[in-house]
Antibody
Framework: EVQLVESGGGLVQPGSPLKLSCAASGFTFSSNWLNWIRQAPGKGLEWVASINPDGSSTYYPDTVKGRFVVSKDNAKNTGYLQMNNLRSEDTAMYYC?????????WGQGTLVTVSS | DIQMTQSPASLSASLGETVTIECRASEDIYNGLAWYQQKPGKSPQLLIYNANSLHTGVPSRFSGSGSGTQYSLKINSLQSEDVASYFCQQYYDYPFTFGSGTKLEIK
């Protein structure tokens, strides 16, 4: 069974960093793209990052480019989202999902709240 | 960026009815479109990919169609468990973008 489990969310102050993790099981992690999608409270979905299977290519929308870094450790079957210089508008539930382009499997999400 | 305009924003229908949700892309996305269902408090679930391919395990009352810039999701014989929000997503080009969602309720 495919499983994705996010962790690392919490309450942080504006300007702070935070690193999210996504533990994968039930499939060959090293052969799959990993994506991060977020959803602000009561709002729609926003794609925030993608990484290819071997980690050599990454993609971001302009809203997070230069602040967020996606990575994956294929030996640990774990993906990461390093978020720097967090803003109030980054407050959201963050989901990891298996790619490459449509998202067939999602985790349960981890909540990030940016507030002073 | 490719903008996805989804309609309607909300929809109320009776059990057993057929409902249709539309998504219009700001440019041709060559069938690079997926549909997701999100129930309250849950993660989104994939329904349709490549505009008209049914994801594994999804009931056949869900179907997708369209081409170019216009796409639709049809739900036949509406059931109580279909109460959810529905989102389209284009993956033809980066940045991937989603429609704003349709909230489906039972009348």
């Amino acid at each position: 069974e495919v499983q994705l489990v996010e962790s690392g969310g919490g309450l942080v102050q504006p300007g702070s960093p935070l690193k999210l993790s996504c533990a994968a099981s039930g499939f060959t992690f090293s052969s799959n793209w990993l994506n991060w999608i977020r959803q602000a409270p009561g709002k729609g979905l926003e794609w925030v990052a993608s990484i290819n299977p071997d980690g050599s290519s990454t993609y971001y929308p302009d809203t997070v480019k230069g602040r967020f870094v996606v990575s994956k450790d294929n030996a640990k079957n774990t993906g990461y989202l390093q978020m720097n210089n967090l803003r109030s508008e980054d407050t959201a539930m963050y989901y990891c999902a298996r790619g490459p382009n449509w998202f067939a499997y999602w985790g349960q999400g981890t909540l990030v709240t940016v507030s002073s | 960026d490719i903008q996805m305009t989804q309609s309607p924003a909300s929809l109320s229908a009776s059990l057993g009815e057929t409902v249709t949700i539309e998504c219009r892309a700001s440019e041709d996305i060559y069938n690079g479109l997926a549909w997701y269902q999100q129930k309250p408090g849950k993660s989104p679930q994939l329904l349709i990919y490549n505009a008209n391919s049914l994801h594994t395990g999804v009931p056949s009352r869900f179907s997708g169609s369209g081409s170019g810039t216009q796409y639709s999701l049809k739900i036949n014989s509406l059931q109580s468990e279909d109460v959810a929000s529905y989102f389209c997503q284009q993956y033809y080009d980066y940045p991937f973008t989603f429609g704003s969602g349709t909230k489906l309720e039972i009348k």
